[in-house]
């Protein structure tokens, strides 16, 4: 029997160094200039000792709290390379691991991370509404414990999913009440997300001037926290918004930042946004042909991590 525990208490430990691993590597992703690489490189290099670690954890016949901590802890840890480099769907299944676990172990902490976790990916797919839900489940305990981060974080999901709905004056409410959060708590990458996402709701109002205003605001932050994904994402809304005014030179020269950043981070998504705004900033400048050329880039990309944007740079191509 002792050899049997022994045994067990290897594996556990082994499996544990995955996740510190993973957790390492998310933390990479936190600063700036080369580290943000490692951090994908070290990722890339351990997945298979990742996947495998996380497979034994939620799979282990035996549901033991230790065990039950480890499913919790696996997404939580890496929240910001998962999503870069995992699809929301398999995401989908790493956070319903976590929720159940955090349930069985009442960690009411957890349980609102994995919620909110199970919201974004739901919100990458398109299902914004699915991602409320989880989101109003996931507001309640981040209040009841007291988290203010997290219920930061679940305020500006629900922006983003009441955004994706066309309601973005709902999510300007959202959006501004996490703003204050962020710089209370000392969140600076928050707080440059929140800033971003309010300039994103006011350009689909229609006013692309305070947007940038958002934009400008957020910029700076990226860069200062070695937020490479936001870097990009914000320079490619900022290249929308100058398409709107009309500036389509000095579009373009923000939508190229961001298509070299989304590209040397490889981050799918953001390549796909950041063609997408460049294929309306050319548009603006009358070259036509170039327009539908980045647009079926984009569309491609879409299509292929099943983005809901899809449709609409379809619909667009098809004018």
């Known amino acids: 029997?002792?050899?049997?525990?022994?045994?067990?208490?290897?594996?556990?430990?082994?499996?544990?160094?995955?996740?510190?691993?993973?957790?390492?590597?998310?933390?990479?992703?936190?600063?700036?200039?080369?580290?943000?690489?490692?951090?994908?490189?070290?990722?890339?290099?351990?997945?298979?000792?990742?996947?495998?670690?996380?497979?034994?954890?939620?799979?282990?016949?035996?549901?033991?709290?230790?065990?039950?901590?480890?499913?919790?802890?696996?997404?939580?840890?890496?929240?910001?390379?998962?999503?870069?480099?995992?699809?929301?769907?398999?995401?989908?299944?790493?956070?319903?691991n976590a929720m159940n676990a955090a349930q069985r172990l009442n960690d009411r902490s957890n349980e609102s991370a994995s919620l909110c976790g199970l919201a974004s990916a739901y919100t990458a797919l398109g299902n914004a509404r699915k991602a409320i839900e989880y989101l109003l489940k996931a507001l309640p305990i981040s209040r009841e414990t007291g988290d203010r981060r997290d219920e930061g974080a679940d305020l500006a999901a629900l922006g983003r999913a009441y955004a994706d709905l066309g309601k973005a004056r709902k999510a300007i409410e959202y959006y501004e009440q996490a703003l204050p959060i962020s710089r209370e708590t000392g969140n600076r990458r928050g707080e440059g997300a929140n800033l971003a996402d309010l300039g994103r709701a006011y350009a689909d109002l229609g006013d692309a001037r305070k947007a940038i205003e958002y934009y400008e605001q957020a910029l700076p932050i990226s860069r200062e926290t070695g937020d490479r994904r936001g870097e990009g994402a914000n320079l490619a809304d900022q290249g929308r918004a100058y398409a709107d005014l009309g500036e389509a030179r000095k579009a373009i020269g923000y939508c190229e930042q961001a298509l070299a950043i989304s590209r040397e981070i490889g981050d799918r998504r953001g390549e796909g946004n950041a063609l997408w705004s460049m294929s309306l900033a050319l548009e603006k400048l009358g070259d036509k042909s170039k327009a539908i050329l980045f647009a079926e880039a984009a569309l491609k990309i879409y299509e292929e991590i099943e983005d809901h944007r899809a449709e609409k740079v379809k619909r667009t191509l098809q004018e």
């Not at 951090?39 to 990742?50: A, M, Q, V």
């Open 1 to 96: 029997m002792q050899k049997g525990a022994e045994a067990q208490n290897e594996v556990q430990q082994r499996h544990a160094k995955f996740m510190r691993v993973l957790s390492v590597a998310d933390n990479l992703l936190l600063q700036s200039g080369d580290k943000f690489i490692h951090g994908l490189e070290l990722f890339d290099l351990e997945w298979s000792n990742i996947q495998a670690g996380l497979f034994w954890a939620e799979n282990y016949s035996e549901r033991l709290p230790v065990v039950d901590s480890l499913c919790c802890a696996y997404p939580n840890a890496g929240i910001g390379v998962l999503s870069l480099r995992l699809h929301p769907q398999e995401l989908i299944r790493w956070y319903e």
